[in-house]
């Protein structure tokens, strides 16, 4: 439980507040790109809406319940029941008034809806609960690289439930659903780390306190030219490290972490900590030796043999590679967990 | 009002009633009388309406602070989920038209009862029976799917989904049997002089909805049995492995459950209509649109759907239909409110318990209604779909709305149907509490989600880094919590209480011209004798007090 003393904290409150007013406008996060700024014009004119009908509404209820309230003696005056020109005229206007609302809101969900053609292409795996980006050259983040000031594609996909790829500070959201790819788009203008957040219920698991919650990333946006530098020492991982090394990078990578941990403690899947050479018991299967044949096909083929204690949920990785090697480099990394 | 207090059996006021005509559980249990069945239906809401609060505190006691406070993540998960199905459901769906509408529409109507009594029983039992089924729900597993039961994680988690679609299901049956039953008493059961334009308005708005509930539901009930069969039979529907498209669910899912959002507001509505042409002693205004707006809203409501999948992938020509409709079935609700406050014009505003309620109502709808302005526009929606925002709007809309429109039409028919009247004072009391902890509870959740929280978190610790602010937020909604449920336990003893100590109620405390108030309070076992005499519902100047009857009489040649 929480410590009540901090309720109390009148100066905690104040700095929240000031915190506010520092971080973007009163209702929305800083904006950092093209998207975010369609977004907010467009949030701007319907709260400006809002504000003046709703100060309408209820300053004439408040106005009426003063001058009108019940004194004794007096009674209701006599006044029509109904106004057609009146009521047509409050028909009219707010029909006008959403009109224009509803034309700004699709002008700018066709910008949101459109990428550019020349924008650069980045596709994007959801499962329960870590996304993983992928680049045309094949390399592979858990974080989401860009360049800034430049129009990016994102393909979205899941291997298992519907998640939704939601980037605050971008005022971009898509659903990344089983069985189709969607698109959404967004090109950068500020340099910095964003939050990436799951927006679609996604169910959670207690044993590892993983979930719809914890499916957080981020968008790292570089400064010209530094994107390309990245990508390309991303590209090497296999040759620029000793193959254990490149495993643990590609354990991080593929989002291994989220299902299997390296101390022994379990998750949805088994953890990967001392196994190598030991003797597995299956559900489905004949008990079998921990050896590279079967690490290859855990990975490849995960529910040909469901470790027993476990539920076979893992997806397949089959074509998730850059190469041979990098099956190569995680065997030696879970070998290397003694 | 306080002059009652001067005659010790008030007009009106009756000892042999509907209540006291026979005695015994089974005469209960087995009554075709609509009243009781109302009452029934009364009792069990508002336990249905105890549980679901009861998770809604949980879950944000959960929330004040971030990191574990007191729950499991699937236990956070199957609560938020118990909330809204219990609440959508089991509250507000049947609240106003079973519980309200059952013991109302007959006697405004001016009829003995509605038109099938038997069915109205059976409708009664089959909604115990669907919410047995979420109780077993409850103790067998739970359910972590939200009450909009996406797949395909419906299709793949391991609680108890099948059960809890088929509580749902017999649920819609009991709400398609109301449905069906208010029509056919609507057209078939009008006495003499009561034309469709006599109709008092929260008549209309149980007819649109009756409309909804019989058209709709059975889609709902499709679509549940189509899930259920997949979990059991592995048919390929939904699920994308067996073929199936999961979108499609939510396609069918919201064909429903949007215009059952109108189920859940229109009767409020009608109630509201009801409460502000009485207290402030006025003929409503614009009578024929706020009819005609109810009806509209029914219909239009049926072509929106697509506006819960603006981020689903759904194709932009989709999405700029159902923008554009949306739109659309948001100016009759714009009428009746302005029709409203005009009512209120040069009136003579009596601040009663329920009339209370139905100014907050203004105000809570008001801000429920202007905020679906961001979630109609396809712009904004993409930045605000699955956030706080959409759940700080919804609740405004079912709770500041149809809740207070409820708790509107309870203080206002209350000495109507038990005869006690209620402390005036404590009551209008809990109602400012209960409204000042709604938005406490729910203003700050608006700014959580325009900031970017999104909705069905177990934990925002990870958010913190970019958002500092949400800690706080939280902690001011969770706090608003617990003043709200406050309030409400405080009304409702002022309602209990009443039962034990209340004055009498005389046969018209408010003043109202509608037919319910020309019977005794509470009404007797056949409501009228003769067929009662039938005038313009809203004729408030031949309604007049009568300091020696302690009750409003009518006054003929006024």
Redo the contacts between chains.
């Keep these: 439980?929480?410590q009540m003393g901090?309720?109390h904290g009148g100066s905690?409150?104040l700095s929240?507040?000031e915190?506010?007013g520092q971080?973007?406008s009163?209702?929305?996060?800083p904006p950092a790109a093209t998207s975010a700024d369609?977004?907010d014009s467009?949030?701007q004119l319907?709260?400006a809406?809002?504000t003046v009908?709703?100060v309408l509404?209820?300053g004439?209820?408040v106005l009426?319940?003063i001058m009108?309230?019940?004194?004794d003696g007096?009674?209701?005056?006599?006044?029509p029941?109904?106004?057609t020109a009146?009521?047509i005229m409050?028909?009219a206007v707010?029909?006008a008034i959403?009109?224009v609302?509803?034309y700004?809101?699709?002008?700018?969900?066709?910008?949101?809806?459109t990428p550019p053609l020349n924008a650069y292409e980045v596709q994007v795996f959801a499962q329960k609960w870590s996304w993983t980006f992928q680049y045309p050259n094949g390399v592979v983040s858990e974080e989401l690289h860009v360049p800034v000031d430049r129009p990016v594609r994102v393909v979205l996909s899941s291997q298992?439930?519907?998640h939704?790829f939601?980037v605050?500070?971008f005022?971009?959201?898509?659903?990344a659903?089983?069985?189709?790819y969607?698109q959404t788009w967004f090109q950068a203008r500020t340099e910095g780390k964003?939050?990436i957040?799951?927006?679609?219920?996604?169910?959670?698991?207690?044993k590892d306190?993983q979930?719809?919650?914890?499916m957080?990333s981020k968008v790292v946006v570089h400064a010209p030219g530094e994107f390309e530098n990245w990508l390309e020492d991303q590209a090497n991982v296999v040759k620029r490290l000793p193959p254990a090394q490149a495993g643990e990078e590609l354990y991080k990578r593929y989002g291994c972490a989220a299902c299997h941990s390296t101390d022994g403690s379990a998750r949805t899947g088994p953890s990967f900590k001392g196994i190598w050479g030991e003797t597995h018991e299956f559900s489905n299967s004949t008990p079998t030796k921990v050896d590279e044949n079967y690490l290859r096909e855990s990975i490849l083929e995960p529910m040909k043999k469901i470790r027993s204690g476990f539920q076979g949920v893992m997806p397949t990785f089959q074509g998730r590679f850059k190469n041979d090697q990098e099956i190569r480099a995680i065997i030696e990394f879970i070998k290397s967990l003694k | 009002m306080a002059a009652a207090s001067s005659v010790a059996v008030p007009a009106g006021h009756a000892t042999d009633n509907y209540l006291t005509h026979t005695r015994g559980f089974l005469s209960w249990a087995l009554t075709l009388d609509h009243k009781r069945i109302g009452m029934m239906y009364l009792v069990s809401i508002m336990a249905s309406f105890l549980l679901g609060g009861i998770f809604a505190l949980l879950i944000r006691t959960e929330l004040?602070?971030p990191g574990r406070?007191?729950m499991?993540?699937?236990t956070y998960?199957q609560y938020f989920t118990l909330h809204g199905a219990v609440m959508t459901f089991l509250f507000i769906i049947p609240g106003i038209p079973a519980a309200l509408g059952n013991f109302v529409l007959p006697i405004m109507l001016g009829a003995k009862d509605v038109a099938f009594p038997r069915l109205n029983l059976a409708s009664f039992y089959l909604w115990l029976l669907g919410a047995v089924f979420f109780v077993v729900v409850l103790h067998t597993g739970g359910l972590?799917t939200?009450w909009t039961f996406?797949t395909?994680?419906s299709t793949?988690?391991s609680t108890q989904v099948t059960l809890a679609v088929t509580g749902a299901f017999i649920l819609g049956f009991s709400s398609i049997f109301t449905g069906v039953n208010f029509i056919a008493t609507i057209h078939m059961l009008r006495p003499p002089g009561m034309t469709w334009f006599r109709l008092p308005l929260f008549l209309w708005a149980l007819y649109a909805t009756a409309l909804v509930q019989v058209l709709a539901t059975p889609v709902l009930g499709i679509t549940l049995m189509l899930l259920a069969a997949e979990r059991l039979f592995g048919l390929g529907i939904f699920d994308?492995?067996l073929g199936g498209?999961?979108?499609l669910f939510q396609h069918f899912f919201w064909f429903y459950s949007h215009p059952a959002v109108y189920i859940m507001i229109l009767p409020g509505m009608g109630v509201i209509s009801e409460i502000i042409s009485v207290f402030?002693?006025?003929?409503?205004?614009?009578?024929?649109?706020i009819a005609m707006s109810s009806v509209a809203i029914a219909l239009i409501g049926f072509l929106v759907w697509g506006h819960h999948m603006?981020?689903?992938?759904q194709s932009?020509l989709a999405?700029?239909i159902f923008?554009?409709l949306t739109?659309?079935v948001?100016?009759p609700s714009?009428?009746k409110?302005?029709?409203w406050?005009?009512t209120?014009?040069?009136?003579?505003?009596?601040?009663t318990t329920p009339m209370w309620y139905a100014?907050e109502f203004?105000?809570l709808f008001?801000?429920g209604g202007?905020?679906g302005?961001?979630l109609?526009?396809?712009?904004?929606?993409?930045?605000l779909?699955?956030?706080y925002f959409i759940v700080a709007h919804f609740h405004y809309v079912m709770v500041g709305g149809t809740t207070f429109a409820f708790l509107a039409g309870l203080y206002y028919w209350w000495p109507k149907m038990t005869g006690c009247m209620y402390s005036q004072n404590w009551a209008s009391l809990a109602s400012v509490l209960t409204f000042i902890g709604f938005n406490l509870a729910f203003f700050p959740q608006f700014?959580l989600g325009?900031?970017?929280m999104?909705?069905?978190?177990?934990?925002?610790t990870?958010?913190l880094?970019?958002?500092?602010?949400f800690?706080?937020?939280h902690?001011v909604s969770t706090?608003g919590s617990y003043f709200l449920a406050i309030g409400l336990f405080m009304g409702l003893f002022c309602l209990i209480y009443s039962l034990f100590r209340g004055k009498p109620a005389p046969g018209n405390p408010w003043g109202g011209a509608t037919l319910e108030w020309q019977c005794s309070s509470p009404p007797p076992h056949d409501n009228f004798s003769s067929p009662p005499v039938v005038g313009d519902p809203?004729a408030?100047?031949n309604i007049k007090y009568d300091p020696k009857a302690g009750s409003y009489v009518k006054v003929e040649d006024a």
């Design positions: 439980m929480m901090e309720l905690r409150m929240a507040w915190l506010l971080s973007g009163f209702w929305l996060p369609v977004v467009v949030f319907i709260l809406v809002c009908f709703f509404i209820v004439l209820m009426f319940v009108y309230r019940r004194r007096v009674e209701a005056s006599d006044s029941s109904h106004n009146l009521e409050w028909t707010p029909v959403s009109m609302i509803f700004y809101g699709f002008k700018g969900y066709l910008d949101l809806r298992d439930v519907i939704s939601f605050p500070a005022r971009i959201k898509m659903d659903v089983p069985g189709r969607n964003f939050d957040y799951c927006a679609e219920y996604c169910g959670s698991s207690d306190s979930g719809h919650s914890s957080l | 004040i602070s406070t007191m499991q993540a699937s998960n972590d939200g996406y395909p994680y793949t988690t994308p492995k498209d999961p979108v402030s002693r006025k003929h409503i205004f614009g009578y024929k649109f603006f981020t689903s992938g932009r999405g700029m923008s554009g739109f659309a948001a100016i714009a009428i409110v302005f029709n406050i005009s209120m014009y040069k009136g003579s505003i009596y601040l100014l203004l105000f008001g801000i202007l905020t302005l961001f109609g526009s396809l712009a904004t929606d993409v930045h779909h699955d956030t700014l325009s900031r970017g999104p909705r069905r978190y177990y934990d925002y990870g958010l880094g970019e958002h500092p602010e800690t706080h937020l902690r706090l809203y408030m100047k």
